[in-house]
């Protein structure tokens, strides 16, 4: 089956979702409770291969995407509406997108919520680490909004500790998300991280330090400048960190299991990882 074709199953048509459908993407994220933005899905349609099912009546009821980066790709946005569940529909997705790597020999990375990780295993996706999102409501302090930007250089040397800490470039969509309007980086010493905008909470990540104690300092920082609801998707084994951020006020809501499927030539986490972009950036 080439990845591009449209095929049918059960009535359900499957293709790509097109490039201004970033509105149909959201709704079925939106759906799940999940805090991807406007942005994050127009990001994908710019620089993703994003399939969607279609109902037999027209709405996109499922979708899933494959991300490429330098020498690897990210595998996300694999959502299926409550009402489509158990149909295959997210395994016929999936192979759309595996068949697209396969085409152009990229080893494929995702983080699985534990239902995900039940499809991916079937998929030859095997563990390669875990996540733990933890979240902050908001602080309710009085404190003004600081200003957002990031300034360029401040952003090179993002995407180069990313580099550094992931195993291969992200340079394009870490531009992007930095570039952003409510975006903002943070740095101390050898300590960088990014927050960003989501749809239920700002998104604290990546993290990028070169130990917890550093990271840990700069996410106090990062606290007092940030006063709304907070999400952070931390390497779980970072365990200084978890606590102080348990001490914060962060609850741990959910895991996240980071999966490979192909050859591991790559770091995926680095001793510098503290935390992911997100569970569909990595
Ligand atoms: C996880 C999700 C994408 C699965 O979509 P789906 O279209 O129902 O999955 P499939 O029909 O292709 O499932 C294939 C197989 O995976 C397993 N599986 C799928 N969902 C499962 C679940 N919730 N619990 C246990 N096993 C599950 C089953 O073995 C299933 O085969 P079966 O139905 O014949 O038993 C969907 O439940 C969903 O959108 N959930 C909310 C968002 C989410 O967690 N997305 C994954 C992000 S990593």
Redesign the pocket.
């Known amino acids: 089956m080439g990845a591009t074709e449209a095929i049918t199953l059960d009535g359900v048509s499957l293709g790509r979702l097109q490039p201004g459908e970033a509105a149909a993407g959201l709704a079925l994220s939106d759906a799940?409770g999940w805090n991807q933005t406007a942005d994050d899905w127009r990001l994908f349609l710019a620089m993703a291969d994003v399939f969607a099912a279609r109902a037999p009546d027209g709405p996109v009821v499922?979708t899933a995407a494959l991300l490429p980066y330098a020498s690897a790709a990210w595998i996300s946005l694999?959502?299926?509406h409550a009402d489509w569940?158990?149909?295959?529909?997210?395994?016929a997705l999936m192979r759309h997108c595996l068949d697209v790597a396969d085409q152009r020999s990229l080893t494929c990375w995702?983080d699985?919520?534990p239902?995900?990780a039940?499809?991916y295993e079937?998929l030859g996706f095997r563990p390669a680490g875990e996540l733990v999102r933890l979240r902050r409501k908001a602080a309710g302090l009085s404190k003004p909004d600081t200003p957002r930007g990031c300034g360029a250089g401040d952003v090179a040397a993002l995407v180069a500790a990313d580099a550094a800490a992931f195993g291969f470039s992200r340079a394009a969509v870490l531009t992007e998300m930095a570039g952003r309007a409510g975006s903002q980086l943070y740095r101390k010493g050898e300590a960088i991280a990014l927050v960003r905008d989501g749809r239920k909470a700002r998104q604290l990540g990546p993290i990028l330090a070169p130990d917890e104690a550093r990271a840990t300092a700069l996410v106090d920082d990062i606290l007092a400048g940030e006063a709304g609801e907070l999400v952070i998707d931390l390497a779980a084994d970072r365990g200084v960190l978890r606590a102080h951020l348990i001490a914060r006020g962060f609850v741990e809501e959910r895991p996240f299991l980071r999966m490979l499927r192909g050859a591991h030539h790559v770091a995926g986490i680095g001793e510098e990882f503290m935390a992911g972009a997100g569970p569909e950036y990595g």
Request: charged share 15%; hydrophobic share 55%; no cysteine.
């Open positions: 799940a499922a694999v959502l299926v569940r158990r149909r295959g529909l997210a395994t995702l699985a919520t239902a995900g039940t499809v079937q």
